[in-house]
C-alpha cells in the first residue's frame, strides 16, 4: 500500500495502488534509492579532493626540501648540487688562470709607460708634476722629446720599432700646436680681445731611418703662439713585443703604443702642464715562433668547458624557477577554490628561489666572460678590462651561492637570516643617511675644493669622508687645511668636526645597532614559538618523511636528463 510520506511502494502493489500513491515520482526510482546512490559518489568525491590535497602537500614539502632531503626522499643523485661544486672549482681555475695573464698584461703596460715617461720627459722624477714656466724651458721640452724619438733605437733598453704613416701628411710624428685664432691680452689697460675659435697648426717628421724623412731641423723653426695657446701636443706610436707570456705557456703578445705628450696651457696662468698619455693595443703576432713550444688547447678546452657547464646550470636553474612559478599558480588556484581565500604576495614569492636568480646571472657573466678570453687567447680581441668585469663578479657570485647549501644547517644559517631580518631597517637608514653624506659632499666639494686635494672633485670628496668615517687620514686631511686662508680654515674645523662627531658616534653606531638588534631577534625566536605562514602550516600538515618511499613515483618511469627530473 501507498505509506503517507516518501516511501518506496514494493513491486508486489498493483498499478492502481501506484496510481493512488501520494508519492510524487511516479515512474521514476525510488527517492531512498536515489540517495543511497548519491552517497558513495560523495564520498568518492571527498576522497579524491583529499588525495589531491596531499598530493599537493607533498609536492610543496618536496619542492622546500635540501638536495640531501630530496635525495633520501626520491633516491635521485642531486646531480645540480654535483653541477655547482664542479662549476666552483673550473671557474675559479678559469678566473686564476687568467688573473695571471692579466696581470703580466697591465704590468707591460704600466712599465712601459713609466719608460716613456723617463725617455721624452726632461727632467722626469717619479710621482712629480711636470710643469714648465719659462719660453725657453717650454722650446727645451719640446725638442727634447723629438729628439729621444728620433734616437730611440740608439738610447733605449727596450726593443722598440717605429709606426710609420700615423701622423700628418703620412709621417710618424705629429707635432701641433692648438691656439686661439685671435688673443689679444692688455693686463696694462684690464683690456683682452679673443676670438674664441680654435686653430690647429701642425707638422710631421719621420725618424732618420725611413727613406720618406723631409729636413728633420724644421721642427726647430716651430713658432709657438704664447700669447694665445691652448696647448701643444707630440703624437707618435711605437711598436713592442711581451715575451714574458712564454712563462705561462702562451704566444707572446704584440703591442701598438700611441704615446700623446700634452703641454697644456688653457689657463693661461703662466705654469704650463706637462703630461704623457699611453693607450696600449694588443694584436696577433705574425710568424711567431717560439723553439720546443707545441700549440697547446689546454686554456681554449677550459673555457669550452666552462662555457658549457654554465649554460648547463643556467638552463636547470631556469628550469627549477619555471617549476616554482607552476607550483605556486596550482597552490594559489587550490586555495582559492578550496579555501575561498587569496595568497599573500609574501607567500608566492617564496616560491621564487633568489638564489637561482643569482646563479643565472652568475652564469651569464661566465659564458659572456667564457667567449671573451676565448677570442682574447686567440688574439682576436683585447679587451682585458671588460673579460676581467665578467669574470671577477660571477667568481663573486658563484662563492656566494655557496651560503645557499649552508643555509640548509641551522647552525650556519645565522648570517643569511640576519641579513634577512635587518636588510629593510638598514635600506630605509642608508636612505636617510645619504641625504646627510651628499649634503656634506656637495659643501665640501664647493668650499674646501680649490684648497685641499681631497675635496677637488665629488668622487674624491666621498672617498676622503668614507675613509673619515673608517677612521682613516684624519690627521693628514686636518693638516692640509691649515694652508687656506683664515676663515676657509675655520670653516674646515666645523665641517671635520661636525661630520665626524655625526657619523662616527651616531650614524655608524646605529647602523651597528640595527644588525645587533636583528642578531638578538634572532636568537629570541630561536627559543620562542616562531609564528608559521600559511604556506608553510599547509605543509607541515604532511607527516610523510623524506625516507617514507611516498615521495617516489611509479617504478620504471622514465627520467629525461633535463625536463623531467625532480631535483
Not at 693595443?281 to 668547458?305: M, T, W
Amino acid at each position: 500500500m501507498a505509506s503517507s510520506s516518501y516511501t518506496c511502494i514494493h513491486d508486489g502493489a498493483t498499478e492502481k495502488d501506484r496510481l493512488l500513491s501520494s508519492v510524487a515520482n511516479y515512474g521514476g526510482p525510488c527517492p531512498n534509492a536515489l540517495v543511497g546512490s548519491e552517497a558513495p559518489h560523495k564520498q568518492e568525491e571527498e576522497e579524491e579532493e583529499e588525495e589531491e590535497e596531499e598530493a599537493l602537500r607533498r609536492k610543496l614539502k618536496y619542492f622546500f626540501m635540501s638536495p640531501c632531503d630530496k635525495y633520501h626522499a626520491k633516491g635521485r643523485k642531486p646531480f645540480k648540487l654535483g653541477l655547482q661544486l664542479l662549476k666552483i672549482i673550473i671557474v675559479t681555475v678559469q678566473l686564476v688562470l687568467f688573473g695571471l695573464s692579466n696581470q703580466m698584461v697591465v704590468t707591460f703596460k704600466e712599465e712601459n709607460t713609466a719608460t716613456f715617461k723617463h725617455l721624452f720627459l726632461e727632467g722626469y722624477e717619479d710621482g712629480a708634476p711636470q710643469a714648465v714656466h719659462t719660453r725657453d724651458e717650454m722650446y727645451s721640452r719640446v725638442h727634447f722629446a723629438i729628439q729621444q724619438y728620433m734616437a730611440l733605437p740608439q738610447i733605449s733598453l727596450g726593443q722598440y720599432a717605429y709606426v710609420l704613416g700615423v701622423g700628418v701628411e703620412g709621417s710618424a710624428l705629429s707635432l701641433c700646436q692648438r691656439y686661439y685664432r685671435r688673443g689679444t691680452i692688455d693686463p696694462v689697460n684690464d683690456t683682452f680681445d679673443i676670438d674664441p675659435h680654435v686653430d690647429t697648426e701642425c707638422i710631421g717628421l719621420n725618424p732618420l731611418t725611413s727613406s720618406l724623412a723631409p729636413a728633420n731641423s724644421d721642427y726647430k723653426n716651430f713658432t709657438l703662439q704664447f700669447y694665445k695657446l691652448i696647448n701643444v701636443t707630440i703624437d707618435f706610436q711605437l711598436k713592442a713585443i711581451n715575451i714574458q707570456t712564454i712563462i705561462n705557456n702562451e704566444i707572446p703578445d704584440c703591442y701598438t703604443f700611441a704615446i700623446t705628450i700634452v703641454m697644456d696651457n688653457r689657463a693661461h696662468s703662466g705654469k704650463v702642464k706637462i703630461s704623457l698619455q699611453n693607450q696600449a693595443s694588443i694584436q696577433e703576432c705574425k710568424d711567431p715562433n717560439v723553439s720546443g713550444h707545441a700549440d697547446s688547447y689546454a686554456r681554449e678546452f677550459l673555457d669550452v668547458l666552462v662555457a658549457f657547464v654554465c649554460l648547463l646550470s643556467l638552463l636547470l636553474c631556469g628550469r627549477s624557477i619555471l617549476r616554482g612559478i607552476v607550483l605556486q599558480h596550482e597552490y594559489v588556484q587550490f586555495f582559492k577554490r578550496g579555501l575561498g581565500r587569496s595568497v599573500s604576495w609574501g607567500e608566492r614569492m617564496e616560491f621564487i628561489n633568489g638564489w637561482y636568480i643569482l646563479l643565472i646571472v652568475s652564469d651569464m657573466f661566465t659564458i659572456i666572460g667564457s667567449f671573451i678570453k676565448i677570442g682574447i687567447e686567440s688574439k682576436n680581441l683585447s679587451s682585458y678590462d671588460m673579460c676581467g668585469i665578467l669574470l671577477g663578479t660571477s667568481t663573486l657570485l658563484v662563492w656566494v651561492g655557496v651560503i645557499r647549501y649552508l643555509s640548509f644547517f641551522q647552525k650556519y644559517n645565522i648570517l643569511i637570516v640576519t641579513l634577512r631580518a635587518a636588510f629593510p631597517n638598514v635600506i630605509r637608514f642608508c636612505c636617510c643617511a645619504a641625504a646627510i653624506y651628499m649634503g656634506y659632499c656637495f659643501c665640501g666639494w664647493i668650499v674646501l675644493g680649490p684648497y685641499h686635494t681631497k675635496f677637488r672633485s665629488l668622487s674624491t670628496v666621498s672617498e676622503c669622508l668614507f675613509s673619515l668615517i673608517n677612521g682613516d687620514d684624519m690627521f693628514v686631511t686636518f693638516h692640509e687645511m691649515e694652508k687656506s686662508g683664515a676663515l676657509v680654515w675655520i670653516f674646515s674645523q666645523v665641517y671635520l668636526y661636525t661630520f665626524i662627531s655625526l657619523f662616527i658616534y651616531m650614524v655608524l653606531s646605529l647602523f651597528i645597532a640595527l644588525i645587533t638588534g636583528a642578531y638578538d631577534t634572532i636568537m629570541a625566536q630561536t627559543q620562542d614559538t616562531v609564528r608559521v605562514s600559511d604556506l608553510h602550516e599547509f605543509i607541515a600538515e604532511c607527516m610523510d618523511t623524506p625516507s617514507s618511499g611516498k615521495f617516489r613515483g611509479p617504478e620504471g618511469s622514465s627520467c629525461s636528463f633535463l625536463c623531467c627530473c625532480n631535483w
